[in-house]
């Protein structure tokens, strides 16, 4: 589904940056479009920024669950820094917060949670009962074998040494007397 990325600019609080960048909404079924001015309130501004596709894949119906079940379903847009005249691009739209939070661990990145609209959550939200298929709960079994009773040491045992510093050391039997 084609969704537009709505992106607010306002004045930056610090010396370092001109402007700070922040997406605000997303617009269902948008046509293409890039950097249409939408509203101006004083410093701040609103463009359509692009459109861009969000695709539903079917091994991530579990992770689209999760977001819908969120108190505020959301859908993420991923931002990176552009050699354009903004400094800045939406590159990834995706209802999965798993996918968002893989993107956020890069930090490279800018992450923004942006609220569902009712139309596309009911979209998701159809996908989802078509694929989502639970998986039954596997409880490990533990194995009894106890391998706490042998200190092998540490060091391939492939290379000999004459004496291995990481070696555990043996125990000392007393002299019985």
């Known amino acids: 589904m084609p969704l537009g990325i709505v992106l607010r600019r306002t004045p930056g609080v610090t010396r370092w940056a001109a402007y ?36 539903l894949h079917r091994a991530e119906a579990e992770a689209y669950r999760t977001g819908l079940s969120a108190a505020r379903p959301s859908v993420f847009v991923v931002l990176d820094r552009d050699e354009g005249p903004h400094g800045i691009a939406p590159r990834l739209v995706t209802a999965s917060p798993y996918e968002a939070q893989d993107y956020a661990d890069s930090g490279e990145e800018q992450i923004e949670a942006v609220p569902m609209p009712a139309s596309l959550g009911a979209w998701i939200e159809a996908f989802v009962a078509r694929h989502y298929v639970e998986e039954p709960f596997v409880k490990r079994k533990r194995n009894r074998k106890r391998v706490d009773l042998v200190e092998t040491g540490v060091g391939d045992a492939r290379i000999a040494k004459a004496a291995d510093v990481y070696a555990s050391p043996r125990l000392k039997r007393e002299a019985r007397g």
């Open 20 to 55: 700070a960048w922040q997406a605000v909404a997303v617009l269902p079924g948008a046509p293409v479009e890039q950097w249409k001015e939408l509203r101006r309130e004083g410093e701040a501004v609103e463009y359509h920024a692009d459109t861009l596709t969000l695709e």
